[in-house]
């Protein structure tokens, strides 16, 4: 269960790395982390620590969630997001949508550290 959240942390700060943040003044850093994010994305590579062999570990289907994530960082750098869109990437709001079933930080702090 451990290895499970390990790999489900390492996709979420992926994510964020391609999606950014709003209003971050270090706009030179941004563009390099959300290249060198999405090159990972779309890498086809299955070895330990590509995001295939992540969407493996954790069961997702890579191809459909690469999709709608690019889908989403699209609209995203495109376009101001929104104030109903913004939580989808905050640490506290659920990321159960974009996920499936993972708890958020709010949720993981209730339940506090998983066990090893």
């Known amino acids: 269960m451990g290895e499970i959240t390990l790999w489900t942390e390492v996709l979420i700060h992926a994510t964020r790395a391609l999606v950014g943040k709003r209003g971050d003044p270090h706009a030179l850093l941004r563009r ?54 913004a939580e989808i990437f905050d640490p506290g709001a659920s990321t159960r949508g974009v996920f499936g079933d993972v708890p958020s930080e709010n949720e993981k702090a209730a339940v506090g550290p998983p066990s090893l």
């Open 32 to 85: 390099y982390r959300r290249r060198s994010a999405r090159e990972w994305f779309e890498s086809e590579r299955h070895d330990v620590g590509s995001f295939l062999w992540i969407a493996d570990q954790i069961d997702i289907d890579g191809p459909s969630f690469r999709r709608r994530l690019f889908r989403l960082a699209d609209h995203q750098i495109g376009h101001t997001l929104g104030e109903g869109r």
